[in-house]
């Protein structure tokens, strides 16, 4: 035969392989509540926070903390996502998961001026699992992307009302996506990777008014996760050869972090906290797939970047050493309407939180729930996943066991709940 | 101060194991690469007409419109004057314009079927590799089978040639049962041969056009059109769509993979390669010497021309100066030495048990030069005139069948060693064929020519 071109199957069959899970909250993939007292506040912390876990949302805050403490414990999350396809059609559940993110903060205070901090959380991660046969299995099955960070800080504090912390943060971070590929090359397609990324952080704490008011703001930077994988392609047999398994080299950049927040204690038993965060997710504009013997694989995302707002109360009861907490947040989802994708079923949040702390000693436990209630969000283009709307429910269980010892020399509003 | 140095002196050790323990934990649960798993890739047999890489012959050459091969499909331009142009040797151009003759493919033509790799010549078993003739609806029982390591094309060989006239369809089973490909030496027993990705599509059920009729109509939505859009322009996967759907009906209207299953006991889904392919309808006398299809000499007069076919006895007539005929008996060592009478010995010529029995009326001289040659004027009974075997196209042919590097001049058919082989019988014939007086005495044209062929009687 000579040169008539009928058909040539080559590689870019798998372009569609997703890169990203979670589902569970704050927008895009940042799981940002990590602590009991977080969790019920709505993280509405970043001016109050003084608790080891003051590592990850304000590094400033452990200057006003106790002198040596850290603490432990872990966040249980899990979401049910329901599809219902455009046009009709039977709704489509998620399969459910159950995801324990452990945290270990710990601070100490070298000088008077001179505090050094350490944290070991995930905040970006979680996971999605639709049934192998769904209508969106070509878009994705199953997703998952697990990260691990191990965050050092300093904190100076020149002045006794005033702190900088600075912190370094290491990424270490595994991605596993499993979907379908489309009809007639029937099949699955699996991409694994892993690898480091790394960052920075500074946070600023002001007490304002001495007991009163307390003004915060942190920066955490980009980070860009470089990860080298594998795409392993399993279509029928006949197309195997046309859609190489192998190597593949990626960047995953996460998005900088922008948080402002307000403590005010109007009476002595109750502390008021109001947070912004500004999360720049157009770093997730786009991910490119390398590989060895294969074209790239690109895939465009376009989300935007998102504005969450936290509102929190945290009442000292008249029982001694006993906290009741509350809180809500607005969490606009960074996934346009066209690029909304069943690895990542954003949507914009309602999440009511509540909770209890209970100080005995140089031991406080915290307990905080998050009910997150996703707004119906509708795929409108089919672009990367099928049309239709998507409805989350989620739940945030935390449990953070803390350990501190000695007097803080001062903190940012007088703590009702100190010993 | 002393319970808090104490205090400090506690917490650090915990604090500190209690770090490296989370972040041992952490980095094992989260930092882990995936165990991602390797698909072993199955060798394939190719089906791939952009690459020239298809089983052939392929009835995807024969234009519909005119019934006859039409090497414009395979993407060659045959010249119509051999002579005046330099695209290609001249012989390579005179075969072309020959196979273009034919409403089929020579009855002598082996059949190749290219695959990915080498395939394993133990596996190349009668169930494994199947050829059905579907109008006679039966297999084609005589096929040798080998396997060209160069090209990894598996060889098919009907060591009896193919008949007229018939339409086959040949296929190669695949899969867990069938064929296996030499791999790396751990594959102790091969590798397993599947189907190309084109050839999936083509035994598809459905329409690769999504039931559209024209390329145009061809939904977006339609799963093959998406399949091919993600490495291909819109148009171009329109037209690849509509040539590949062209395929699938014309395969499906043979009714081929149904008769590969029903006849060849070959399923579907273990069909690796299907392809058809017609052979001409004209009788032949065939020749080539691989197969032992030569003619056969009885006694010192008679020579048999075996014909795979019908002929129309009448028009078998034996030549002479003082007869035209259709059939010659040359002695071409006579006629070097200028004996124009012995050159053109007398001779009687009949229709017998499916051949031309030539019988001289002497003997014919041991050691000496006897040609046999058949014009087109010997038909079959419906009046079709017969046709050359390619051998003897070769051996009429006006250019050499090698260059001075001794390079193939037909290298589309033709290998280096059997065109050198050819080249000394082409230059004698065309020494006679091209002499202003033999053509004047016997006017014969090449074209006029449906057999020639010389041998040193008596051993053809």
Known sequence: ?419 | MDGQRASRSRIRPIAGGLLLLWIGGALALAGCMPDIGTQTVPEAMEFDPGTGRVPQPTVLVINPATGKIDMSLAGVTVPADCLAQTAMPVAQCEFYQYLQSLDGFPTTAGAIAPATAALIPASLKATNVVVVDIARQKTFPDLAFGVDEATKNLTIDPTAGWDVGALYVGAVRGYANGVKAVGPVEAVDGIEVVASSVMFLLKEETSLMCGAATAADIPASCPYMTLLTQQMPDAEARASLVSLEAVRQGLGALGAFGAMTDLGGMPKAEQAVLWAFPTHSASVIELDPTKGLLPKVNGTREIRLKVKGEVDPATVTAWSLDAPGTVFLLDLTALANDDLGGGLPAFSVAVADGALVLTADADLPDGHTIATLVTTGVKNPAGVALVAPPITVLLKSRGPLVDAQGHSQVPSDVSDGDAAQLEGGRADFATLLDDELFASLTGLARADLAYVYGFNFPNP
């Open chain 1, 1 to 419: 035969m000579g040169t008539k071109r009928m058909l040539l199957i080559r590689a870019a069959l798998v372009a569609a392989v997703v890169l990203v899970a979670a589902q569970a909250r704050a927008g895009g993939f940042l799981v940002y509540d990590v602590s009991g007292e977080a969790v019920a506040k709505g993280s509405a912390v970043v001016a109050s926070s003084t608790a080891p876990d003051a590592v990850w949302y304000n590094p400033a805050g452990i200057a006003f903390g106790a002198p040596y403490q850290f603490s432990l414990g872990t966040v249980y999350t899990t979401a049910d996502n329901t599809f219902s396809p455009k046009g009709g059609g039977k709704d489509v559940g998620s399969v459910p998961g159950n995801y324990f993110l452990p945290h270990l903060f710990a601070s100490v205070r070298a000088t008077d001026w001179l505090y050094v901090g350490v944290g070991g959380y995930s905040v970006y991660g979680l996971g999605t699992e639709w049934p192998k046969d769904w209508v969106g299995r070509v878009s994705t099955i199953k997703s998952a992307l697990t990260t691990a960070t191990i965050n050092p800080t300093i904190t100076f504090k020149p002045h006794k009302d005033v702190a900088i912390g600075i912190g370094f943060d290491a990424v270490r971070s595994a991605l596993d996506a499993n979907q379908g590929l489309p009809e007639p090359i029937g099949g699955t397609a699996r991409f694994g990777a892993a690898g480091w990324g790394y960052g920075a952080n500074v946070g600023v704490l002001w007490r304002a008014i001495p007991d009163k008011l307390s003004v915060g703001v942190t920066y955490r930077s980009r980070i860009t996760l470089v990860m080298d994988g594998r795409i392993d392609v399993a279509p029928r047999p006949e197309f195997l050869r046309d859609l190489p398994s192998g190597k593949v080299h990626t960047e995953l950049t996460l998005p900088d972090i922008f948080a402002f927040g307000v403590s005010f204690r109007p009476v002595p038993e109750v502390e008021l906290g109001v947070d912004a965060n500004i999360v720049a997710w157009s770093t997730y504009d786009k991910t490119v797939l390398k590989r060895d013997n294969a074209a790239d694989i690109v895939m465009d995302h376009g989300w935007t970047d998102a504005l969450v707002l936290r509102i929190g109360v945290d009442w000292a009861t008249p029982v001694k050493g006993l906290n009741v907490r509350a809180g809500l947040i607005y969490d606009k989802t960074p996934v346009p309407d066209e690029v909304l994708e069943p690895s990542t079923p954003d949507a914009d949040q309602i999440d009511v939180c509540l909770g209890l702390g209970y100080q005995w000693k140089w031991l406080k436990a915290d307990l905080g729930y998050q009910l997150i209630a996703f707004l119906p969000h509708e795929a409108t283009t089919g672009r990367l996943g099928p049309e239709g709307k998507y409805t989350t429910l989620g739940h945030f269980l935390a449990l953070t066991m803390t350990f501190q010892f000695g007097e803080p020399a001062v903190r940012p509003l007088a703590a009702s709940a100190t010993p």
